[in-house]
Structures are given as structure tokens and as C-alpha cells.
């Protein structure tokens, strides 16, 4: 059964860094690429970071420069290092397989970016 788990999230005020975990389980972690993803409210799912399985990352302009994806294929775990973070970040942030598998959505973690 494929699972991910979410973890990291919180509230923090403008220009304040989180650093998100996504626990995978269920899938050949190491050969898999993998993505963060976030949802805010009124607004469709979309994706913030990838990560290949060799190491190769990607970002849409609207977060690059200030996150980081990296991964540690021994623990099965995805990251997100998010640095100036703006209110405009605020969303549940996912992780997922690169494409995403739709039936594989976990519950998310809340980040709040608010003074």
C-alpha cells in the first residue's frame, strides 16, 4: 500500500524558514521521482518542487531561489527546505510521486506564512 506522510508544517511570519518531511512507504523510493505539492484554499493543486531519482531538482519561478528539495533514499524520506517564505506560500503542502498518482494523496501538512 503506497503512503506518504507528511510532516513540518506550521505557522511562521513573513521572511521565516520551515523545512517540510514526506515519509514514503510502498514504493521503490530510490528509483522514483518525487514532488512537493501544495494547495491553497479556493485554488487548484500545484506543483512546487521535483526531485529526480539521481538527484536532479526543478522549481516554477514562483518558489525558486528560496526552496529546496532534497531527499535520503536510506530513510525514505522527501524534504523541503523553504526559506522567505511569503504569505502567498500559505497552503497544505503534499507530497507525491512525479507525475502524481491521484489515488496516493496523503493528508498534508498545514504552513501558514502570517505576522
Known amino acids: 500500500q503506497v503512503q506518504f506522510v507528511e510532516s513540518g508544517g506550521g505557522l511562521v511570519q513573513p521572511g521565516g524558514s520551515l523545512r517540510l518531511s514526506c515519509a514514503a512507504s510502498g514504493i521503490r523510493f530510490s528509483i522514483a521521482a518525487m514532488g512537493w505539492y501544495r494547495q491553497a484554499p479556493g485554488k487548484q493543486r500545484e506543483l512546487v518542487a521535483t526531485?529526480?531519482?539521481?538527484?536532479?531538482?526543478n522549481y516554477p519561478d514562483s518558489v525558486k531561489g528560496r526552496f529546496t528539495i532534497s531527499r535520503d533514499n536510506a530513510k525514505n524520506t522527501v524534504y523541503l527546505q523553504m526559506d522567505s517564505l511569503k504569505p502567498e506560500d500559505t497552503a497544505v503542502y503534499y507530497c507525491?510521486?512525479?507525475?502524481?498518482?491521484?489515488?496516493?494523496w496523503g493528508q498534508g501538512t498545514q504552513v501558514t506564512v502570517s505576522s
Open positions: 507525491n510521486v512525479y507525475p502524481s498518482s491521484p489515488s496516493n
Open positions: 526531485i529526480r531519482s539521481a538527484g536532479s531538482t
